[in-house]
T-cell receptor, first 117, second 110 residues
Protein backbone atom coordinates (compact mmCIF):
# COMPACT_ATOMS: atom_id res chain seq x y z
CA UNK A 1 0.00 0.00 0.00
CA UNK A 2 1.27 3.48 -0.85
CA UNK A 3 1.05 5.57 2.25
CA UNK A 4 2.57 7.64 4.98
CA UNK A 5 3.17 5.42 7.98
CA UNK A 6 4.24 6.52 11.41
CA UNK A 7 5.08 4.63 14.58
CA UNK A 8 4.17 4.31 17.33
CA UNK A 9 0.46 5.09 17.15
CA UNK A 10 0.27 5.60 20.90
CA UNK A 11 2.99 6.66 23.28
CA UNK A 12 2.58 7.14 27.02
CA UNK A 13 5.59 8.31 28.97
CA UNK A 14 6.74 10.20 32.03
CA UNK A 15 7.85 13.82 32.16
CA UNK A 16 11.55 14.22 31.53
CA UNK A 17 11.89 11.19 29.29
CA UNK A 18 13.18 11.22 25.72
CA UNK A 19 11.12 9.65 22.94
CA UNK A 20 11.11 9.30 19.17
CA UNK A 21 8.41 9.00 16.53
CA UNK A 22 9.29 7.56 13.15
CA UNK A 23 7.74 8.34 9.78
CA UNK A 24 8.14 6.79 6.38
CA UNK A 25 6.46 7.52 3.05
CA UNK A 26 6.55 5.34 -0.05
CA UNK A 27 4.77 7.84 -2.30
CA UNK A 28 7.99 9.14 -3.84
CA UNK A 29 7.28 12.61 -2.45
CA UNK A 30 10.04 15.17 -2.06
CA UNK A 31 8.74 17.03 0.99
CA UNK A 32 7.86 15.74 4.46
CA UNK A 33 6.35 17.50 7.45
CA UNK A 34 5.63 17.19 11.13
CA UNK A 35 2.40 18.77 12.39
CA UNK A 36 1.17 18.96 15.98
CA UNK A 37 -2.55 18.81 16.78
CA UNK A 38 -3.41 19.95 20.27
CA UNK A 39 -6.41 19.16 22.45
CA UNK A 40 -8.43 21.87 20.70
CA UNK A 41 -7.75 20.12 17.38
CA UNK A 42 -5.64 22.99 16.04
CA UNK A 43 -3.18 21.60 13.48
CA UNK A 44 0.10 23.50 13.44
CA UNK A 45 3.22 22.89 11.39
CA UNK A 46 6.44 22.19 13.25
CA UNK A 47 9.02 21.21 10.63
CA UNK A 48 9.34 20.56 6.93
CA UNK A 49 12.08 18.87 4.95
CA UNK A 50 12.54 18.92 1.19
CA UNK A 51 14.90 16.26 -0.15
CA UNK A 52 16.47 15.85 3.31
CA UNK A 53 16.99 19.60 3.71
CA UNK A 54 15.25 21.51 6.50
CA UNK A 55 13.07 24.22 4.95
CA UNK A 56 10.66 25.09 7.74
CA UNK A 57 11.44 25.30 11.41
CA UNK A 58 8.64 26.98 13.27
CA UNK A 59 9.04 28.37 16.77
CA UNK A 60 9.39 24.95 18.30
CA UNK A 61 11.47 24.35 21.46
CA UNK A 62 14.89 22.94 20.66
CA UNK A 63 13.94 19.86 22.67
CA UNK A 64 12.32 18.79 19.39
CA UNK A 65 14.83 17.60 16.82
CA UNK A 66 13.78 16.26 13.42
CA UNK A 67 16.05 14.00 11.42
CA UNK A 68 15.71 13.02 7.78
CA UNK A 69 18.15 10.24 6.81
CA UNK A 70 16.69 10.18 3.29
CA UNK A 71 13.76 11.78 1.52
CA UNK A 72 11.45 8.89 2.41
CA UNK A 73 11.97 9.19 6.16
CA UNK A 74 11.46 11.96 8.68
CA UNK A 75 11.80 11.11 12.36
CA UNK A 76 11.03 13.31 15.34
CA UNK A 77 13.00 13.07 18.57
CA UNK A 78 11.79 14.84 21.68
CA UNK A 79 14.04 15.38 24.71
CA UNK A 80 12.99 16.11 28.28
CA UNK A 81 9.27 15.67 27.64
CA UNK A 82 6.88 18.10 29.29
CA UNK A 83 3.17 17.86 30.06
CA UNK A 84 2.43 20.41 27.32
CA UNK A 85 3.95 18.12 24.71
CA UNK A 86 0.90 15.86 24.99
CA UNK A 87 -0.76 15.99 21.59
CA UNK A 88 -1.26 14.06 18.39
CA UNK A 89 1.73 14.37 16.07
CA UNK A 90 1.03 13.95 12.36
CA UNK A 91 3.61 13.21 9.75
CA UNK A 92 2.74 14.25 6.19
CA UNK A 93 4.30 14.35 2.76
CA UNK A 94 3.74 16.21 -0.50
CA UNK A 95 5.12 16.05 -4.01
CA UNK A 96 6.63 19.53 -3.89
CA UNK A 97 7.34 22.28 -1.42
CA UNK A 98 4.20 24.43 -1.11
CA UNK A 99 5.83 27.80 -1.84
CA UNK A 100 4.03 29.32 -4.82
CA UNK A 101 3.52 25.95 -6.38
CA UNK A 102 -0.22 25.61 -6.61
CA UNK A 103 -2.09 22.46 -5.72
CA UNK A 104 0.36 20.85 -3.34
CA UNK A 105 -1.72 18.21 -1.59
CA UNK A 106 -0.56 16.77 1.72
CA UNK A 107 -0.95 13.10 2.52
CA UNK A 108 -1.04 12.54 6.26
CA UNK A 109 -0.05 9.59 8.36
CA UNK A 110 -2.51 8.20 10.91
CA UNK A 111 -0.99 10.20 13.77
CA UNK A 112 0.92 9.37 16.93
CA UNK A 113 -0.87 10.22 20.16
CA UNK A 114 1.69 11.24 22.78
CA UNK A 115 0.61 11.40 26.42
CA UNK A 116 3.06 12.79 28.94
CA UNK A 117 2.24 11.99 32.59
CA UNK B 1 -0.54 37.14 10.92
CA UNK B 2 -2.32 34.71 8.64
CA UNK B 3 -5.51 34.39 10.64
CA UNK B 4 -7.79 31.79 9.20
CA UNK B 5 -11.23 31.85 10.73
CA UNK B 6 -14.00 29.29 10.58
CA UNK B 7 -16.94 28.51 12.84
CA UNK B 8 -16.11 26.12 15.64
CA UNK B 9 -19.11 23.86 15.31
CA UNK B 10 -22.14 23.34 13.09
CA UNK B 11 -25.05 20.94 13.14
CA UNK B 12 -27.25 19.73 10.30
CA UNK B 13 -29.66 16.93 9.49
CA UNK B 14 -29.25 14.02 7.12
CA UNK B 15 -30.16 14.92 3.54
CA UNK B 16 -29.72 18.65 4.10
CA UNK B 17 -27.18 21.10 2.66
CA UNK B 18 -24.58 22.83 4.83
CA UNK B 19 -22.13 25.62 4.05
CA UNK B 20 -18.94 26.00 6.07
CA UNK B 21 -17.30 29.40 5.73
CA UNK B 22 -13.64 30.33 5.97
CA UNK B 23 -12.00 33.75 5.92
CA UNK B 24 -8.29 34.41 5.63
CA UNK B 25 -5.74 37.16 5.21
CA UNK B 26 -5.47 38.05 1.49
CA UNK B 27 -1.93 39.46 1.37
CA UNK B 28 0.35 36.99 -0.42
CA UNK B 29 -2.43 34.46 -0.85
CA UNK B 30 -1.57 31.55 -3.10
CA UNK B 31 -4.18 28.81 -2.73
CA UNK B 32 -6.83 27.41 -0.42
CA UNK B 33 -7.46 23.81 0.58
CA UNK B 34 -10.21 21.97 2.41
CA UNK B 35 -9.45 18.84 4.39
CA UNK B 36 -11.79 16.45 6.18
CA UNK B 37 -10.80 14.84 9.47
CA UNK B 38 -12.87 12.16 11.16
CA UNK B 39 -12.37 11.78 14.91
CA UNK B 40 -9.16 9.94 15.68
CA UNK B 41 -8.06 9.83 12.07
CA UNK B 42 -5.74 11.70 9.72
CA UNK B 43 -6.89 14.71 7.72
CA UNK B 44 -7.69 13.84 4.11
CA UNK B 45 -7.71 16.20 1.12
CA UNK B 46 -11.08 17.33 -0.20
CA UNK B 47 -10.55 20.27 -2.54
CA UNK B 48 -8.27 23.02 -3.76
CA UNK B 49 -9.08 26.52 -5.07
CA UNK B 50 -6.65 29.03 -6.52
CA UNK B 51 -8.95 31.03 -8.84
CA UNK B 52 -12.25 32.69 -8.04
CA UNK B 53 -15.28 30.52 -8.45
CA UNK B 54 -16.81 27.22 -7.61
CA UNK B 55 -15.10 23.83 -7.83
CA UNK B 56 -17.54 20.94 -7.75
CA UNK B 57 -16.65 17.40 -6.80
CA UNK B 58 -19.65 15.16 -6.32
CA UNK B 59 -21.61 16.13 -3.21
CA UNK B 60 -18.89 18.56 -2.17
CA UNK B 61 -18.19 21.97 -3.70
CA UNK B 62 -15.72 24.66 -2.70
CA UNK B 63 -15.94 28.34 -3.53
CA UNK B 64 -13.28 31.04 -3.46
CA UNK B 65 -13.30 34.82 -3.63
CA UNK B 66 -9.71 36.05 -3.64
CA UNK B 67 -10.59 39.72 -3.32
CA UNK B 68 -12.76 39.10 -0.27
CA UNK B 69 -10.47 36.56 1.39
CA UNK B 70 -13.40 34.18 1.63
CA UNK B 71 -14.10 30.56 0.87
CA UNK B 72 -16.84 28.11 1.65
CA UNK B 73 -17.26 24.37 1.52
CA UNK B 74 -20.72 23.24 0.49
CA UNK B 75 -21.88 19.74 1.40
CA UNK B 76 -25.06 18.48 -0.26
CA UNK B 77 -27.27 15.49 0.54
CA UNK B 78 -25.64 15.15 3.91
CA UNK B 79 -24.95 11.66 5.20
CA UNK B 80 -24.17 10.53 8.74
CA UNK B 81 -20.64 9.71 7.64
CA UNK B 82 -20.07 13.40 6.86
CA UNK B 83 -19.88 14.06 10.61
CA UNK B 84 -16.27 15.18 10.92
CA UNK B 85 -14.08 18.24 11.29
CA UNK B 86 -13.52 20.32 8.16
CA UNK B 87 -10.23 22.17 8.02
CA UNK B 88 -9.63 25.23 5.88
CA UNK B 89 -5.95 25.70 5.00
CA UNK B 90 -4.05 28.33 3.03
CA UNK B 91 -0.69 28.62 1.31
CA UNK B 92 0.99 31.97 1.00
CA UNK B 93 3.57 32.83 -1.66
CA UNK B 94 7.08 32.75 -0.23
CA UNK B 95 6.01 30.81 2.82
CA UNK B 96 6.69 27.16 2.31
CA UNK B 97 3.91 25.83 4.49
CA UNK B 98 0.22 25.11 4.64
CA UNK B 99 -1.47 27.08 7.42
CA UNK B 100 -4.57 25.49 8.90
CA UNK B 101 -7.58 27.11 10.47
CA UNK B 102 -8.94 25.75 13.72
CA UNK B 103 -11.45 23.55 11.91
CA UNK B 104 -15.24 23.30 11.96
CA UNK B 105 -16.76 20.31 13.68
CA UNK B 106 -19.86 19.22 11.75
CA UNK B 107 -22.42 16.99 13.42
CA UNK B 108 -24.99 15.36 11.14
CA UNK B 109 -28.06 14.03 12.90
CA UNK B 110 -30.78 11.68 11.61
Amino acid sequence: DTAVSQTPKYLVTQMGNDKSIKCEQNLGHDTMYWYKQDSKKFLKIMFSYNNKELIINETVPNRFSPKSPDKAHLNLHINSLELGDSAVYFCASSQDSPSGSGANVLTFGAGSRLTVL
Amino acid sequence: GQNIDQPTEMTATEGAIVQINCTYQTSGFNGLFWYQQHAGEAPTFLSYNVLDGLEEKGRFSSFLSRSKGYSYLLLKELQMKDSASYLCAVTYTGFQKLVFGTGTRLLVSP
